[in-house]
């Protein structure tokens, strides 16, 4: 074996050089970034959202700029073919994301109130208080999706499926995505379960569409609408919520106890049709905007095409 083979397949470099070229590149980002972010940190007044958010920036950021160099240099290809066109594509895509998380989880949510799992309660704080507290929440959350949706279904997953083909791609991801979770608090089986699950739904709504706009989106509403809407937590992270609270009565298999509705059963159930659905729906398509960009993906996924 030539030695330009162990680096090279036919005139690519090897898929496992890329992804180590990407971490590495992520990782001194996030170094510059964290080392030029402390002065911030130490210096303004930061209340605890933007405490959080801005490490999560810094992460963001990071990610944007390897995927970047990757696709520029590496792949020869525009970085939006990453699946990241700017515009009214972009706000498309978004929003039919958001409309299938949102959804997703409202439904969870309302179908425990109905069998009296769930109780919605009365709490202290003003309407002004609740509209400042879920924006700011919206903000925060909508930049760790971004975060993890570009490296959960961005260039590491992409390259994957290129190189081995979607069906192990969606499972090596969606166990990491995951994994990632087995130290949040008052995390169990069914919670790390349910999160893969997860994966494997956003997995899909970026297969369909080669949009991650569209996953950023469901990723993002399915947070927001269980901490901002419903009161409930988010991956056992507890978000309190002016105004109101939502009384979890019904058993912790189902509703998902202290965890939140990713840790239930009923969840668990929902996901395997939402699943079903996602890969067979004629509303979700890969767009003549997505097909000129040429995503790496193409080559080895059939595109359902607008």
Partial sequence: MRVRDLFHSGEKLRAIWRLLLFVMLTVAGM?????????VLRLLPLDGVWLYAIPSIVIVLSLLFASAVMMRW???RPVAALGLPLGKEAWKGFGKGALIGGGFIALVVVLQTLVGWLKPTPGPGLLSAWAEYVGSLALLLAIAAAGEELLFRGYPFQVLVEAMGAPLAVILTAGAFGAIHIFNPEVGFTAVLNIGL?????AAAYLRTRSLWVAIGLHW?????MAGVFDLPVSGIEFEVPGYDTLML?????????FGP??????????????????????LSESQRMVELGPLIDS???ATRD
């Fill in 198 to 202: 997860a994966g494997v739904i956003m």
């Fill in 250 to 258: 019904g058993p912790d298999h189902m509703t998902g106890g202290a």
């Fill in 221 to 225: 509403a399915w947070n927001w609408v």
């Fill in 74 to 76: 590496v792949e020869r």
């Fill in 31 to 39: 170094s510059l970034g964290m080392a030029a972010s402390l002065p």
């Fill in 262 to 283: 990713e840790a239930g059963l009923l969840t668990t159930l929902l996901s395997v049709p939402l699943i079903i659905w996602l890969f067979r729906t004629p509303w």
């Fill in 300 to 302: 080895r996924v059939p």
